[in-house]
């Protein structure tokens, strides 16, 4: 970062703005280049560097070229989020956010633009490795610990794509079309968290349209919620080349565009306020706020360098805690040392360890699964064949790597295979159209276990493939992801019981992409793309629909095993506390991923089967059992009310369940909540069931018109034509329930007019306000 003389001492950033001319503060107001934002040489404002993100920090050298297919400067690959989800763990997150906000600020970068929390809601999303679940709330508090990690060593965070960016297809136009329920509860609920909880100094905005209004100029998404609902003030900028209309985008709250335009849309804001289109009170309050984040960027030191080594050990460690154990039969993991091992598979010495496109790391260094394997077992243990060929190879060579490899395999103990995705079959950029392994890599597989069962399978892979032919086949099988640098000795780690698996699915693995919830309504069509699942997006479909899956979201086993026991469940204020004892029932040291979801049997609204609320983690050494306490909070508890459009908690029983995995419920309770108090006036257009519904109403209304039946002559006192009867006969108010009552006053022989029934609705409506909010019936 280049620091003017002048920048200090700091003055408010409201007075640096002040002193700018107009041209200056649209200036300032986007890029300088790629990269860097512009320096106000004569107010002292200095540029500051921004850069990717979000696993490692892709600073490139002067003169590289801009779209990263130059190598950058080396620096340390974590595991890609896709990975880190998998983990669970928010402390493991927070360090490895501070260990990314560390490399960043010894490189003089001043925002790592991540992490990227969008939902994965079609496997076949090209860029769900960079994504951390289909679910909102392990999003968002895993979101929100990478956030507190990287800020803590005084670098800003850019929590991204905000919003709705979840595929790849078309992503710079199309519209992401969603009803209110799932945006509030699924795709901006874990970007609700993370701004509360963590509070990003940048939140970057996607290149889509929601709802038909680019994300770049939509006031509602980047003004109206994120800052006036959500309390966000930090400063927003553009996805990358998002900017559709900058002038549009600075009144809607977009405050910087990236990358340079190079001054073309720095003049059109100046015609804007001169021509007054634009207030430049907003022009004021946008270059304030890049003020505020080159100010922050300027009180953090610069470290010399970093511990490449111990940030290794942190990569290490942490795609060891991220690999899935997904298969087990007849414990063949752990390996012991002992045995002869066939490693087989391309990736064990050419790693496929993050995705592609602008979170490209240059790595410090990358460790092969091959050596670390020959580091548990011995040289002359270890034996490899490739397997397959990363490349397009003749159908007489893929067949010779096969049978060299199924030979190999039939001459050791045991077989070690990496299967997965190559590199070009995922990407930013563009979405999969399937969810299948190479068929080569089966084929492989199949000849494998042919000659050793005893085969272990390995996988590398950003987004979920469909795995019904590995499972059948191999008897165990770790879900690996993409797992950064060190994953390859992580992976041997965890083969060799070195780290006994803790990982769990942060993301439903399907039987068929045909079962996927969004499989009808992707990547969309003619610029829009319908988001017809509603809520029902992941394990929420699928426990929905009652469909079978290969492995359930929440899913992954340990070396050891656990049991369960002894739940308490209590209602507070904030949400719900949940007690329970797990105990570590095996023989080695391990960890639980304790889960807890919520449903209700009864609701007014349409609600999934079961929701994540909580998660905790449990160290147990053999044999140790621990008590452990989970928060459900109140927040987490709410859905979307149209009516009043707002967060409500609805009354009445909760149904707890707390389990291993969203299919593997252990224990189960209910509990009943206070909800919030909703009530909508009562008018014509209620229906007469909540007419009905409402005790002061209720009893105004019937009153009336069996007054109204009973003033009727004689000869017309027929039951079936007094609206006081039907009141009373069960079977006919369940046939007019959905009615709204002022039609039905309107109908012949009912005795009262619409204007009697307005009156009665508004007494009931005014008892109501003038009831004490203590003494209100919760909803
Ligand atoms: C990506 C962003 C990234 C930016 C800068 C865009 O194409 O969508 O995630 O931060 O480029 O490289």
Redesign the pocket.
Known sequence: MTRPESASPERSAAEVVASLTVEQKAALTSGAT??TTKAIEDAGIPQIL?????HGV?KQRAGADN??LTESIPATCFPPAVALGSSFDPALLERVGAALGEEAAALGVAVL??P?INIKRSPLCG?NF?YLSEDPVVSGVLGAALVRGVQSQGVGA?L??FAA?NQEAD?MRVSADIDPRPLREIYLRGFQRVVTEAAPWTV?C??NRLNGVFTSEHPWLLTDVLRGEWGFDGLVMS????VNDRVEGLAAGLDLE??SSEGRTDAQIVAAVRDGDLDERVLDQAAERVVVLVQRAERRSTPDGFDEQAHHDLAREAAGRSIVLLQNDGDLLPLSPGSSVAVIGAFADTPRYQGA???LINPTRLDRAVDAIVGYAGQDRTFFAAGFALTAVEPSEAARLRDEAAQLAGSTEVAVVFLGLPAELES??FDRNDIELPPQQVELLRAVVAANPRTVVVLSNGGVVRLGDVVDLAPAVLEGWLLGQAGGTAVADVLYGEVNPSGRLAETIPLRLQDTPAHLDFPGEHGHVRYGEGLFVGYRWYDARDLPVQFPFGHGLSYTTFDYGNLTLAAEPDGIRVGLTVANTGGRAGREVVQVYTGRAHSSVARPPRELKGFALVDLAAGESREVEIQVRRDDLAHWDLRVDRWVLEGGDVAVEVGASSRDVRLAGSVTVVGDDVRMPLTLDSSIGEVLADPAAAALVTGALAQADGDRPEGRRAASEGAGAMFSDPALLKMMASAPIGRMVSFPGTGVTKEQVQGLLDQANAEYEATSADDRPAS
């Open positions: 790629f990269w921004l850069t990717d993100g979000p892709r779209l990263g633009l991540g990227g860029r960079e850019s991204k794509h960016n992503r970057m996607s290149y996805d990358w080349g998002a990236m990358p496109g602008s979170s930013e950029g």
